[in-house]
């Protein structure tokens, strides 16, 4: 049977595919791209899933592009997690390239719209 976990996936997923459709009947492409910056500081897979399961008014280079940046995103909330809890100054490397990832996804969607 279904416990809390998936009651909150399920949850999270409905949420997130509502969200989306809202966010693209208002915004458009330009919409999606700025929720997807949103969405990468929360959990991206339930957003993913929506993206892939749903059918928007948006092409398929735009919803890769979406995934793309919430994944970059997602890699700029990791920088900061390392940064505020990494004790010493080895950590400064990997911050470096989770932004570097964060700044070529936005690179990407700028190129790909």
């Known amino acids: 049977m279904f416990g809390t976990f ?4 399920l ?3 409905v949420a ?3 969200i989306t459709h809202v966010v693209i009947a208002r915004f458009g492409a330009g919409g999606l791209h700025v929720l997807s910056v949103c ?3 929360t959990d991206i897979d339930p957003f993913v899933l929506s993206l ?3 059918k928007f008014q948006v092409g ?3 919803i890769s592009a979406a995934i793309i940046v919430a994944s970059g995103s997602n890699n700029l ?3 900061g997690y390392a940064l505020a809890l990494g004790r010493n100054r080895s950590v400064l490397p990997a911050v470096a390239w ?4 964060f700044l070529a996804s936005l690179c990407y969607a700028y190129l790909a719209a």
């Open 6 to 9: 998936h009651l909150i996936a």
């Open 11 to 13: 949850g999270l997923f």
């Open 39 to 41: 969405v990468g500081f």
């Open 98 to 101: 989770l932004v570097a990832l």
């Open 77 to 79: 909330l990791k920088a």
């Open 60 to 62: 398929v280079t735009q």
């Open 52 to 54: 892939l399961a749903g």
């Open 16 to 18: 997130f595919a509502a």
